[in-house]
């Protein structure tokens, strides 16, 4: 009995062992794979030593981190390995949070970690859109304006926003240009004058200028949608008979089309059924 009892500890172990190293090689495997995706998506060839390294860092990563950093690695290449060693966890937890930021934070480490850091992970969110606005948006406009910036803003507006505040003559003039933007929009950025802004810069003149006529455009706009609604409403008041009877030949005409759609489509099945009966019947007499 003990011998048997032994002979199954033994034979337990063994099978356990084996388990753990088919586990091991196919762990290996994976994350020499992965440094392959890496080299490729970094475009470099490594040689022995330094491949023996990337394997060692990434495996120390994945023990951690575990399909998270092989993920993250394919994406963002052998730069995001450098990044974690001197950075550590952080390359991981952001890198998670925002990856289609993972190859940009991987080769611009330095300037985006700490700032992701300070203003919060809107930061990857500009740059997986737009590569290098958070840095413009931190210059011209300050840390907060990230936040808001990276949920309400287009690409195209972001470029055109930063691009303009590049060319004001004072930073009174930036604020003045964010402070209306926020108000108006894209249609406040269609008035600005590119062609002057370029040749001679960006004033306070010119953005009250172009936010005075979007202004008085949008005014315009709401006014006339008003001013339709108000018709209705005095139409329905004033002349109910009239009101009606215009609704009324709204609905007929509409009830006209209706009616033709149903009568081509009814007419359209009829053929159909006609031209089968008429295919079954010249079968059977051939």
């Not at 940009?104 to 330095?110: I, M, T």
């Not at 060319?167 to 209306?180: Q, V």
């Not at 609905?251 to 089968?276: A, E, P, Q």
Request: charged content about 25%; aromatic content about 8%; hydrophobic content about 40%.
């Amino acid at each position: 009995m003990k011998k048997i009892t032994i002979y199954f500890i033994v034979f337990s172990l063994l099978v356990f062992v084996s388990k753990v190293h088919g586990s091991v090689s196919i762990a290996r495997y994976t994350i020499q794979e992965t440094i392959e995706i890496a080299s490729r998506v970094s475009g470099k060839t490594l040689n022995p030593a330094a491949r023996k390294l990337a394997t060692e860092e990434l495996e120390k990563w994945a023990i951690k981190y575990g399909d998270d950093a092989i993920r993250a690695t394919e994406k963002g290449g052998l730069e995001l390995l450098e990044a974690a060693s001197k950075y550590g966890d952080d390359v991981w937890h952001l890198s998670s949070k925002v990856p289609q930021a993972t190859r940009a934070l991987a080769v611009r480490a330095d300037e985006l970690i700490p700032m992701t850091k300070r203003i919060g992970t809107e930061v990857l969110e500009l740059e997986a859109r737009t590569p290098g606005i958070a840095e413009k948006i931190v210059e011209h406009f300050g840390d907060d304006a990230v936040k808001y910036l990276a949920h309400n803003v287009s690409p195209e507006d972001l470029t055109r926003l930063t691009g303009y505040a590049a060319k004001a003559d004072s930073p009174a003039t930036k604020a003045l240009l964010y402070e209306k933007y926020k108000e108006a929009g894209t249609h406040f950025l269609d008035k600005l004058d590119y062609k002057q802004i370029l040749a001679g810069g960006l004033s306070i003149a010119a953005i009250t200028a172009a936010y005075e006529v979007s202004k008085g455009e949008r005014i315009k706009s709401e006014e006339i949608g008003k001013g339709m609604g108000k018709g209705y409403e005095e139409v329905a008041k004033n002349n109910p008979d009239v009101f009606v009877k215009g609704a009324r030949s709204n609905t007929s005409d509409f009830l006209d089309v209706l009616y033709i759609l149903v009568i081509v489509l009814v007419v359209g099945i009829i053929s159909i059924i006609l031209l089968k009966f008429y295919k079954i019947i010249t079968t059977k007499q051939n």
